[in-house]
């Protein structure tokens, strides 16, 4: 998760991790940061010190009340100051604005080896639920055993339900997620793409198996 309010970079980021193998969301601020994070399973942290609202060292703090996630300081300032309170607050890296994008992904497959030694073998796994399978650090999509094309929000969507496969995942969620700001209530944008997943995997649309409506809710992929 990037927590940054810096809109641009975020999705720079995205866009570079994410075709890394890695699932990436974001947050405008550290408030969304935390609600998010109580959402979403999330392997590491990168946050930002000058946010509005909230800044980064408050975020850091409220996170290590319940939680050792990783967390990656990023911030424009050089001052060692900064880097040594947020270290001591309990950060377990920090690299400052501008930085090459290479650096950032070496520090954070450092703090996931640090942390949980299995995490990038785990995060290159294929993902698998009702004949649906991902693999991850390809971004491919078999169904049943045959290849299916599926575009970028299509295959997170899949991943967001498939690595939730026995839970209800709610449209606030995926919106949350996938698109990482604010969105209006009336957005129905999630449940096209959706529809166009069904389609595509074979699901009958008036009775789905693989993708289940939760009427008023969102969405499960059964176990």
Same mark, same amino acid.
């Given at each position: ?14 866009e ?13 601020d ?13 392997? %590491?942290?990168?946050?930002? %010190? ?8 408050? %975020? ?25 309170v ?63 094309? %599926? ?15 026995? !839970? ?19 957005? !129905? ?35």
């Amino acid at each position: 998760m990037i927590i940054d309010d810096d809109p641009k970079l975020a999705s720079l980021l995205q866009e570079y991790l994410g075709g890394r193998g890695f699932w990436v969301c974001s947050a405008k601020d550290g408030i969304a940061g935390l609600e998010r994070l109580q959402a979403a399973d999330i392997d %590491v942290v990168i946050l930002d %010190v000058m946010m509005p609202m909230i800044d980064g060292f408050g %975020v850091l703090q409220a996170i290590r009340k319940t939680s050792r996630i990783p967390v990656i300081m990023l911030t424009a300032r050089g001052d060692d100051t900064d880097r040594i309170v947020g270290l001591e607050m309990g950060a377990d890296d920090y690299i400052s604005k501008p930085f090459n994008p290479r650096e950032l992904l070496a520090r954070i497959k450092a703090v996931l080896r640090r942390s949980q030694p299995h995490a990038l073998d785990t995060a290159r796994d294929n993902i698998s639920a009702v004949g649906i399978t991902l693999n991850t650090a390809r971004r491919e999509v078999h169904v049943d055993g045959n290849s299916i094309n %599926v575009t970028t929000m299509e295959f997170d969507i899949l991943h967001a339900l498939l690595s939730r496969a026995g !839970r209800v995942v709610t449209r606030d969620i995926l919106m949350a997620e996938l698109r990482g700001q604010e969105w209006d209530v009336y957005d !129905r944008s999630i449940d096209v793409h959706i529809s166009h997943l069904r389609k595509k995997i074979g699901d009958n649309s008036k009775s789905p198996q693989k993708i289940k409506t939760i009427r008023g809710v969102g969405y499960l992929v059964p176990n």
